[in-house]
């Protein structure tokens, strides 16, 4: 361990349970047991040391007017908190001297950060594990598969043991009550679903990356769809009706709102293909998952934590952080307004967060801005984690009362900017925040946290607690077995696939090709009925006639005509003298 030499900045020693690197993290992981119930914590209670045989060595004596008594009486809380660890001072730890969050300051919003390395999943899963015994709920985003043994107790080893005495922490193997999701049912754990329209066009934009104007274009899809009652329940129903506007029969409809042009729907359509390439398809469908559901609380009234597995679609970073934020959106659209509570609602906690923000619009930027800053007054915190504070847009930054920041790295001119632009982010402080960040070790942090009054605390460096559940994942088949054990897995492993706009545009598109053909072959029929009747004429008039009979040939002989003449015309004499009685004209 190699510590600060500098005189003027506080030394922090490193506990070798949390000072594995990333590689030898897996290494140094126990394997799980079964999951024990712990009795809830009384997070205002000091803890006493893990083992009485070897006592915590009394720390010096320190002034409550030195800047260390002044640090720790910033954290000297009446009501519930949790406790992240303890002071470190001009190079000691001061296990009398603890650092803490009040519960109810958690629905303000934080910040875990630091580098690879340096602590920050076992962080959240200390925090978590107390909410979870302070019977609040807990969403994990569990991206690279190590925080599953939150749900397992720990394994007691001499490590753990030496971290519990040096920060005065009562330590005991207990798991959580929990839950296991995952994306659509890739990977292990329950499907969780959303259907397009619940998704929206702002979320699906982002994860199609799309520019402003097809943005707005397929706003616009999304508004016709919903005017039309044509339900996007997943991609093919999108689909469906991007195709519709753009064929001969559709482009009628959105003339009065603006239109959509074939090279919009071409990217759009281009787009949702690529997507689907991804595995999305299986993420939009139904049935839709209920968010509420991560507002349980187990039977002993600790807080369920729920666990959304991602390793099978953390190659997808874009895809499965903004479907995290549609669970976050979609929450804050259903809760109520509940202003300041004793405890929260709920934690959300949200791993890998800088590829939330990664090409993201200015209208995402926005509906998250907005999400994290409302949400708050429906009781739901989120924390953020990520590796430097400028990985979160200034904006969002803003809204995060509680930070806990371990190790920055300055390796290259990059790493130095970040390291100052980070340090500009905290109050005013006795440390030399500069130094101190980059000579922490892992498991160790620098902490500002709202106080109940509101008031950001002063900036305390601490060595943190060690979690009491299992610090790595579970084996897969007590995972598999969780799975199919869950009450909600039968409510929300099949998958339905019912009408919707496919369906019906489909089945319209098929009324209208059908009619179109009986149209078209009733003109067929009547043109060849027409042409057989005129051929019919035609061959009418160019028939030759039948030769005449004898008395026909008779008949029509002039010999005949000229005596049938002169019999006419004396016929016709006699006729008249007898009826006029003019005399017979005398020879």
């Not at 394997?31 to 803890?47: M, R, S």
């Amino acid at each position: 361990m190699s510590e600060s030499t500098d005189p003027a900045v506080p030394q922090t020693g490193t506990d070798a349970a949390f000072r594995t690197e990333a590689v030898g993290e897996a290494a140094a992981t126990d394997a799980a047991g079964a999951t024990a119930t712990p009795a809830p914590v009384d997070a205002a209670a000091p803890a006493d040391p893990v083992d009485p045989a070897e006592p915590v060595a009394p720390a010096d004596p320190v002034d409550s007017a030195s800047p260390a008594g002044q640090i720790a009486a910033g954290y000297a809380f009446t009501g519930p908190a949790l406790d992240l660890g303890a002071l470190l001072w001009d190079g000691s730890c001061l296990p009398d001297r603890q650092i803490r969050i009040p519960l109810a300051m958690l629905n303000r919003h934080g910040l875990v950060a630091g580098a690879t390395g340096t602590g920050k999943t076992k962080t959240l899963q200390l925090i978590a594990e107390q909410l979870s015994a302070n019977g609040v709920p807990v969403f994990l985003a569990d991206v690279k598969g190590d925080v599953s043994g939150i749900t397992a107790p720990g394994t007691p080893g001499e490590k753990t043991a030496q971290r519990a005495r040096d920060v005065a922490q009562e330590w005991e193997p207990a798991g959580c009550p929990g839950e296991f999701y995952s994306l659509g049912g890739i990977g292990p754990g329950i499907p969780v679903r959303s259907t397009v329209t619940s998704f929206g066009p702002v979320l699906m934009s982002k994860v199609l990356q799309l520019n402003q104007t097809q943005e707005q274009s397929l706003g616009l899809i999304f508004h016709y769809a919903d005017t039309k009652g044509l339900e996007l329940v997943d991609l093919k129903d999108l689909r469906a009706v991007v195709a519709f506007l753009v064929s001969d029969r559709g482009k009628p409809e959105l003339k009065g709102i603006g239109g959509l042009s074939t090279v919009t729907a071409g990217v759009i359509l281009r787009a949702l293909t690529a997507f689907e390439t991804q595995g999305a398809a299986e993420f939009f469908g139904e049935p839709e998952f209920d968010t509420s559901e991560f507002l349980r609380t187990a039977a002993d009234g600790r807080g369920v934590v729920s666990l959304l597995e991602l390793p099978a679609v953390q190659d997808k970073p874009q895809l499965f952080s903004t479907f995290l934020m549609w669970l976050l959106a979609d929450l804050y659209n259903d809760l109520p307004e509940v202003g300041d509570l004793d405890k929260p609602k709920l934690v959300f906690f949200f791993d890998e967060a800088h590829l939330l923000f990664n090409g993201a619009s200015k209208a995402f930027l926005t509906s998250i801005t907005q999400t994290v800053r409302l949400i708050r007054s429906k009781g739901v915190g989120v924390f953020f984690v990520t590796q430097t504070p400028k990985d979160v847009p200034a904006d969002v930054l803003a809204q995060l009362g509680n930070r806990v920041q371990h190790a920055l790295r300055a390796y290259t001119p990059d790493d130095a900017k970040a390291l100052k632009a980070t340090v500009k982010t905290f109050p005013r402080s006795a440390y030399d925040l500069e130094e101190l960040l980059t000579g922490l070790g892992t498991g160790e942090a620098v902490v500002t946290v709202l106080s109940e009054n509101g008031a950001p605390t002063p900036v305390a460096a601490t060595r943190l607690r060690a979690p009491q559940s299992l610090m790595g994942p579970v084996p897969e088949p007590d995972l598999d077995r969780a799975v199919k054990s869950s009450l909600l897995y039968a409510r929300y492993a099949e998958p339905v696939d019912r009408e919707s706009a496919y369906e019906r545009i489909s089945a319209e598109q098929a009324a209208a090709e059908a009619e179109a053909e009986a149209a078209a072959a009733a003109a067929e029929e009547e043109k060849r009925a027409k042409a057989e009747q005129k051929e019919a004429e035609r061959a009418a008039r160019g028939a030759p006639k039948p030769d005449p009979s004898l008395a026909e040939q008779v008949v029509g002989s002039g010999l005949f005509r000229s005596l049938a003449r002169s019999i006419g015309t004396q016929l016709g004499r006699e006729i008249s003298r007898s009826i006029f009685g003019t005399a017979r004209r005398r020879r």
